[in-house]
């Protein structure tokens, strides 16, 4: 079984930084060892900052992570069928993940 991270002290080496942006905290991210030593790499959101909706998914999957984008498997097809049944322009809202690494 793989070793996890104390996700306690993770959170806590982050707010010690206290990020002033979401540049800075996806900084922080980057960097920040992974949950498990065989996570995958860090998939960040996408979109305007400041959008007026934003989408969050639970976590990344194999597909995202191959690409290093979110919502682009079948999740993301499926998001994209939908907003485009209903007008919205995938380009102006913010689509991003709680959880921002996979592991399979």
Partial sequence: MPSKRNPEGAVAAVALEEPQSLEALNGLIAVSEPPTPDAGRVVF??????????FV???????????????????????NQALAQVGIDRSK?????AVKRFKF
């Fill in 45 to 54: 959101g996408e979109g305007p900052q400041g959008a007026l909706v934003a």
């Fill in 57 to 79: 998914g639970e976590q990344p999957g194999d597909q995202e992570d191959r690409e290093g984008r979110p919502f682009v498997g079948p999740a993301g097809q499926l998001l």
């Fill in 93 to 97: 809202v913010y689509v991003t993940n």
